[in-house]
């Protein structure tokens, strides 16, 4: 029986390359575009490779793609490239790991904090700048920040990230709230955590209830100057609202990891905002988030490959 061939697009961890050498041979890409393959590039690549299996981060797997014969197409983050409802409807699993690495997550939470109540990227932009004394105002004065020791964290959304966020407020000397109503340990409504919270953060799952779960109403009920962060997902919030809630000086400040469709217009005028600290979806970008993600993956299209069921999830359509 002939061996399947693996087409490898994102670079991979030499211990993954190897547990999926075991079962497939390996095609892999050295010159791959920055921001990935488009669907008729895919294709072309899969049928000069003769691949049956492939392995992608972020390139186009659609109708061109889909109409070769795979055995499987695996993600390495979330498929929102990936035609789930062809795939489906094709018999083609598409793979991909479930889980966020949430220490990963909730250590970036804590740096955009920081980042955010010490206005380190202003400060930091000055030193660079030669313009520390502009003003002949020292800047201790002009960057004076605010202390988290004492202060209270609300966590929307305690689940696996929202845990390992507060674990770590905790160790800071913050008092922390949490508002779920899936999780019995959260007390608070979040009519009742926006009121008391200096600082909220949020950690829950994209679906249709809590898109816009954030706008103008519930700016408008966090407490005067507290801080926002958002390191889930950009539509959990409406952007305007926030916009005028910063501008206005309801809210001191906030931090983001997340956009809709994972891009801001540099004309935007949340960009402008100098209590605005962004990141552009950075939350698992660690070496030790990457190498996790990848053994997974290949651990689970060997299984597959072998006849065996894949344990982490196979994608369906939305």
């Not at 094709?90 to 990963?104: K, S, W, Y």
């Not at 700048?129 to 609300?154: E, K």
């Not at 019995?184 to 829950?204: G, K, P, Q, W, Y």
């Not at 209830?209 to 407490?223: I, K, N, Q, S, Y």
Request: glycine share 10%; net charge negative; proline share 5%.
């Amino acid at each position: 029986m002939r061996r399947p061939r693996a087409l490898v697009l994102p670079a991979l961890p030499q211990a993954a390359l190897a547990l999926l050498g075991e079962v497939a041979d390996l095609a892999e890409v050295s010159a791959r575009p920055s921001l990935g393959f488009t669907d008729d590039q895919l294709a072309d690549l899969i049928v000069e490779t003769g691949a049956t299996v492939l392995i992608t981060d972020g390139d186009e797997v659609r109708g061109s793609v889909l109409s070769l014969p795979l055995d499987v197409v695996a993600s390495m983050g979330a498929p929102t490239n990936v035609d789930l409802a062809l795939a489906a409807e094709r018999g083609i699993p598409v793979l991909h790991t479930e889980h966020r690495d949430a220490d990963a997550v909730a250590e970036l939470t804590l740096a955009l904090l920081f980042a955010v109540s010490r206005n380190v990227v202003t400060a930091d932009r000055e030193v660079r700048r030669g313009r520390v004394y502009r003003g002949r105002v020292p800047p201790a004065q002009r960057h004076r920040g605010r202390r988290l020791s004492g202060r209270t964290i609300g966590i929307v959304g305690l689940g696996r990230v929202g845990k390992a966020v507060r674990w770590r407020c905790e160790g800071l000397g913050m008092h922390v709230i949490a508002c779920d109503p899936y999780v019995e340990e959260a007390t608070h409504s979040l009519r009742e955590l926006l009121a008391e919270a200096d600082v909220v953060s949020l950690h829950v799952t994209l679906t249709p209830e809590t898109r816009g779960l954030f706008g103008d109403a519930e700016f408008a009920a966090m407490r005067q100057g507290a801080i926002y962060l958002n390191t889930a997902r950009g539509a959990l919030h409406d952007l305007s609202a926030l916009v005028d809630a910063l501008r206005s000086g309801r809210l001191g400040g906030a931090g983001l990891d997340h956009f809709e469709g994972e891009w801001l217009d540099p004309a935007h005028p949340l960009v402008r905002l100098s209590n605005v600290v962004l990141t552009p979806h950075l939350g698992e970008a660690t070496g030790e988030s990457r190498e996790r993600h990848a053994e997974t993956v290949v651990e689970h299209v060997a299984r597959l490959l072998r006849g065996e069921p894949a344990v982490i999830p196979v994608a369906g359509p939305a």
